[in-house]
């Protein structure tokens, strides 16, 4: 479904992205993990055409979307729910929601998602009248991925999801993840620090250091790896 290419990238004179390829499959879950600074957040800002690239391809369903600008990748149906959030705060939950949703014209369509999103995370339902920043960190980052389904993604990317949550949680937002992909179809990138849950949830993953792929295999073979083991799961 989504292919990099010997990608590229850079902040100012820093190489953040060595030559990076790999693929995505339908309707599986794929986790890219690794270090603070390894370039994830890079990577996916880098599909979603945020990030310019100097040089490679990015393919999606076999189309080249590397020259596209943002607006162009999200009609395709690629969408983030980006690092840290980013809600609006000042914006109750249901108006997040709605703007999620601001590229689709289908009234029904915004109805039925936005449902989908309260079936998932009913505590959002229950607060759909509240400041968006008023929300627990947990519920900030429900309402940052229901925000993303608005949009009826084909590829969900999904940045650090677990970042400054507690445990539970935690567990809880990966759960829901499982769900997305299972009951909808839905094709999801995870970028992880968290390693374990994250391979524990995904159905292949790589190992990102210092911008370049140095492992790739099933999740549940990377969970038995030492090296993975040693690096990443303590």
Known sequence: MLKLVDIHSYYGQIHAIKGISFEVKEGTVCSLIGANGAGKSTTLMSIS???NISSGEIFFQGKPIHKLPPDQVVNHGIIQAPEGRRIFPYL???????????REKNKKRIAENMEKGFAFFPRLKERKKQMGGTLSGGEQQMLAIARALMGSPK???????????APIIVEKIMEIIHKINKDEGITILLVEQNAQA???LADYGYVLETGRIVLEDEAKKLLENEKVKEAYLG
């Open 92 to 102: 109750t939950v249901q108006e997040n929601l709605m703007l999620g949703a601001y």
């Open 49 to 51: 055409r945020i990030q």
């Open 198 to 200: 994250a391979l524990e």
């Open 155 to 165: 590829l969900l990317l999904l940045d650090e999801p677990s970042l400054g949550l």
